[in-house]
């Protein structure tokens, strides 16, 4: 994947805009947490723009001439974009989940070969999913929210590979697979909180797909919440696709508002 110049620059900016954000306002993912408990009688509408800021590792297959190409980076290596938020409508026990994430991720890999002395791999697109949920326990501290919806992937892939033939190939892959997930919270008292979630699916157009997330929050009042935790996703391709394997893991922290 390809290390662009520009990377350290595009990383201070994202780390700043999101130091900004926290100090304006005073976390999170497919990331809106299980909120405190709100009357029956109440809609409840929630809004959580996050960072992720994930390391990647990749597997791509041969094509062609060219040779299968496997990238492992960390964060200061590869982030170029991050841009997420997640929204929670909810009435009742039943809720509505939608999150959405925009990535553009890149880096780079070396050969020893004669013919190909260095990969590229560039790999941006869209992440979202929508999940229908119900509310199982709701008895303080603890809540359970069982779910189960779909994950829409689309990304653009190109491989560049130098040296004494360059070459190049590139792709673009829909992915859209049926998942099921649960989460929880534990309330610790005095507004501090833990959550978890996660969910696993694929067999359509993945072969697999799973994700898995824990924070610590804090409630800051009824309509403000801070989380801060670590993110895992990882999809396995199809045989049919350039790609082999994507994985993102990483930090993510973020602000969940009720509207």
Request: glycine residues 10%; charged residues 20%.
């Amino acid at each position: 994947m390809k290390v662009k110049s520009s990377r350290l620059a595009g990383l201070h900016s994202v780390t700043s805009a999101a130091v900004a954000l926290a100090i304006l306002l005073l976390g999170t993912t497919n990331v809106a947490q299980a909120e405190e408990p709100v009357s029956d009688s109440d809609w409840f509408v929630q809004l959580t723009p996050y960072v992720w800021l994930p390391s990647v590792e990749t597997s791509s297959r041969s094509v062609g001439a060219l040779p299968p190409m496997e990238t492992q980076t960390d964060l200061l290596d590869v982030l170029d974009v991050a841009a997420e938020a997640a929204l929670e409508v909810r009435k009742n026990r039943v809720f509505l989940l939608l999150d959405l994430s925009y990535v553009d991720l890149s880096g780079s890999q070396g050969f020893d070969g004669v013919v190909f002395d260095k990969g590229e791999t560039e790999v941006s697109g869209i992440l979202g999913s929508a999940n229908l949920g119900y509310r199982v326990i709701e008895e303080d501290p603890f809540i359970v929210d069982l779910m189960a919806g779909v994950q829409v992937v689309s990304l653009e892939i190109d491989l560049d590979f130098k040296g004494a033939v360059p070459a190049s190939a590139s792709t673009s892959d829909t992915l859209i697979d049926p998942i099921v997930g649960a989460r929880a919270r534990l309330n610790l008292g005095s507004g501090f909180f833990l959550n978890a979630i996660g969910d696993i699916g694929g067999g359509v157009d993945s072969k697999l797909t799973w994700q898995a997330m824990g924070t610590v929050g804090w409630q800051a009042n009824d309509w403000l919440a801070f989380q801060l935790g670590y993110r895992h996703l990882e999809i396995d391709f199809k045989d049919s696709s350039i790609m082999e394997n994507l994985t993102l893991t990483g930090p993510i922290f973020g602000a969940s508002f009720r509207l």
